[in-house]
DNA sequence: GTAATAGTTCGAATATTTTCGAACCAATGA
DNA sequence: TCATTGGTTCGAAAATATTCGAACTATTAC
């Protein structure tokens, strides 16, 4: 108990983040619509879904790492489960109006 | 000599493209190139080159297809090549604002 | 401490993409 | 006509991505 766990999860700082990278892995529908549930607000992993809530969780947390390495989601511990969060403002720095246009789109 | 040749290559309509097929196709970083050099004017698909010139024309066929098929670029016979532009007022009223933040990522 | 919850990670199987050469086709030019 | 240019398409091989179960870790509750 000398130290609290650290974050073992990498992210990349946002001048590292990749425009193929970010379309990459906001190509993908199911990716795309995990991303949507955290337009309005953060959410604990546990509370955001696939589509089809059936698959295992270890396909829902390789979606997440994509997601996670490709810098669009942050990815925090918090109590016994995770934090996850949009990278709404790194994202609009590099990449201007990119994630709303994506998020708007029908 | 009744018919001139038509078009043979399939397009999707307007109403077909698709998000994550588009994000898809401009997630690669040699197709992102390709249609960068279709950015301000239609070109000549012998004037336009991937990244790698020395790649084979079957491999820049390939990425011309995927382009096209994403409903991202249109491929028409002209001559005896082939003329390639970007499908901009399509995607402009399909996903606002996406084509242009992504032509304008660093 | 033990059990339950909420994940991550690994490895293997599968599915999807990419690459490339060969074959083919249409238009132009000699 | 025949050769050249500028492509497309096919099929197979190689590279990548995805899926899933099993094993593992950390936190909370009891």
Known sequence: MEKSAPDPLEHPREDEIDLSKVLFALSDPARLELVRQLRDAPLEAA????????????????????????????????????LLSLRREE????????????????
Chains 1, 2 share one sequence.
């Open 91 to 106: 994202l609009n720095r590099r990449f201007p109006g990119l994630l709303d246009a994506i998020l708007d789109a029908s």
């Open 47 to 82: 509370r955001c879904h696939l589509q089809d809530p059936s698959l295992p969780k270890s396909t829902k947390s390789h979606q997440m790492k994509v997601l996670r390495e490709a810098g669009v989601i942050r990815n925090e511990p918090k109590g016994r489960g995770r």
